[in-house]
């Protein structure tokens, strides 16, 4: 406690001490409390409702604050003010986080890690929620809950099944090329200041008048990408399981301030028309000889949480808070994803959750026709109208709202047209699906002793799965990428099996 304030009550009455029950004492020195005793009762009925739900997944992260800085003319981009001159910044808060274990788990897990950003930008909240990944298992939103299930406890033994994680991605088989990366290094992160982070999907830079670009969003580390090899990972999940929030409070704290390099690859609505790949389509990249990165920001993390549960669990991210100059493409993961977020927000934090103040915009917010509700803290909006079109007092609107998705939808019809072709695909799988897959295991070859070190990561895995019919099922999947790299895991497995 600092030392100009005294100890209170929640509702404000001092107390003489924080320790003292009040008891009818009898001769013996023993006492009954009281019911008067609000204190106690205060204090223990708050201790048992400490806990809100932990996130579904993305529960165990990090987290800090810091700043984004525009680094590059983005005019013929983007009308986003965040972006709109050279020098500018914007204050953001960054959750980094892994998926399927639970918020107690070792941060060195070998999963996939989360990347929830938000910029509080001058035209309102932007939040990017990525992963250290560019590709996802899945290009089928209703299959995301599956997907988890697989990858989380098993319901009747409660343990992590590599029986049904391998099932899984064996009957949708479209995650290969995520699968890849998550066995290589890339999969076991040395810290949150060691990894990149990408949008995956497709994401629009728009314009005043409603032309578009798409575009991909690439966060690289300055620090350098560096992994732990699966032994390092598992040694310090027994010996640190909190090693990367360590990591990153340890190095903000020093003033060791971790940074990244922003980037957008950019494509014309036309050429997505022509293009080799789905740009709809979560499994693929575009290579970068097709559609070379253009820096446009940097961004740093320069301070710790004040307060953990506050600043970080508290948070609620979401792809559908976008401002204007940015929108959604029409990648259907990416559609669910803008009703999922909210949606949860909502039940884990409630109602009011923009309120609280790491959700909270730090430009003006004026939402009038959204009232009430628990934990309604702010002003309410007064006596303001609380329904549309008064003619009592006029809603006075933003001079310029600007490049919004709806403008670009109406403005595009042709293009539009193809747009509702192209997303009408299902998840089946084509032969072009394990060209991208090749080329990385390509590009995992050549770093020394990296293929290596992946099949053993996945041998050690499949060596799990009890059912010598899906362990062949999964070497054939390796084997669509690679027939080298299908033998080579079942020769690992089986001599790991053996031992
Ligand atoms: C259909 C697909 C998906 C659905 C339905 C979905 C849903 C969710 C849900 C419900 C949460 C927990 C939110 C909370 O409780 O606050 C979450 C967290 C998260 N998801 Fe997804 N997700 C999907 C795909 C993805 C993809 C493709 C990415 C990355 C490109 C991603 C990145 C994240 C991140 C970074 C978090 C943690 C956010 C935080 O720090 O609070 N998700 N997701």
């Not at 990525?130 to 697989?150: A, G, Q, Y």
């Not at 340890?250 to 690859?265: G, L």
């Not at 993390?301 to 929108?327: R, T």
């Amino acid at each position: 406690m600092s030392a100009d304030k005294y100890y209170t009550l929640a509702e404000g009455c001092p107390f003489a001490s924080s320790s003292t029950a009040v008891l009818m004492r009898n001769r013996d020195g023993g006492g009954l409390g009281l019911l008067q005793d609000t204190q106690l009762i205060e204090t223990l009925a708050h201790f048992s409702r400490e806990r809100i739900p932990e996130r579904v997944v993305h529960a165990k992260a990090i987290g800090a604050y810091g700043e984004f800085e525009a680094t590059a003319d983005c005019s013929d981009l983007t009308c986003a003010s965040f972006l709109s001159e050279v020098g500018k910044k914007t204050p953001v808060l960054l959750r980094v986080s892994t998926v399927g274990p639970e918020a107690g788990s070792a941060d060195t897990s070998r999963d996939v890690h989360g990347w929830g950003m938000k910029l509080y930008t001058d035209e309102g909240n932007l939040d990017w929620v990525f992963n250290n990944t560019p590709v996802f298992f899945i290009r089928d939103p209703i299959k995301f809950p599956s997907m988890n299930r697989s990858h989380k406890r098993h319901p009747r033994t409660h343990l992590p099944d590599a029986n049904m994680f391998w099932d899984f991605h064996v009957g949708n088989p479209e995650g290969i090329h995520q699968l890849l990366v998550l066995f290589s290094d890339r999969g076991t992160p040395r810290s949150v200041r060691f990894l990149n982070s990408y949008s995956g999907h497709t994401y629009k830079f728009t314009q005043k008048d409603g032309s578009f670009k798409y575009i991909k969003i690439h966060i690289k580390t300055r620090q350098g990408v560096k992994n732990f090899t699966r032994e390092e990972a598992t040694k310090i999940a027994g010996e640190d399981p909190d090693y990367m929030i360590r990591d990153m409070f340890e190095a903000i704290e020093r003033k060791d301030y971790p940074s990244w390099d922003v980037f957008v690859q950019v494509m014309d609505p036309s050429e997505a028309e022509n293009y080799r790949w789905n740009i709809f389509d979560m499994t693929k990249v575009w290579p970068h000889e097709d559609f070379p990165l253009r820096n446009i920001g940097k961004l740093t993390l320069n301070q710790n949480p004040g307060n953990y549960f506050a600043d970080i669990e508290q948070a609620a991210f979401s792809p559908s808070n976008m401002v204007p100059g940015f929108a959604a493409s029409a990648d259907p993961v990416l559609q669910a994803r803008l009703f999922a977020y909210p949606d949860a927000a909502r039940y884990r934090l409630g109602v009011n959750y923009q309120q609280l103040p790491t959700n909270a915009a730090k430009a003006p917010v004026y939402c009038p026709f959204e009232r009430d509700g628990k934990m309604r803290f702010d002003g309410n909006y007064g006596g303001d109208p609380n329904y549309v079109n008064s003619s009592l007092q006029p809603t006075r609107f933003y001079p310029e709202v600007k490049g919004v998705s709806q403008n670009s939808l109406s403005l595009h019809t042709e293009h539009e047209k193809w747009v509702g072709e192209v997303t009408t695909y299902t998840s089946h799988m084509k032969k072009d699906d394990f060209v991208q897959p090749a080329a990385l295991w390509e590009v995992i070859g050549r770093e020394p002793g990296h293929q290596e070190r992946t099949i053993e990561n996945i041998a050690q895995s499949v060596k799990e799965v009890k059912s010598p019919k899906l362990r062949d099922e999964v070497y054939d999947l390796f084997g669509r990428v690679s027939l080298d790299l299908g033998t080579r895991v079942k020769r690992t497995t089986e001599a790991f099996i053996k031992k």
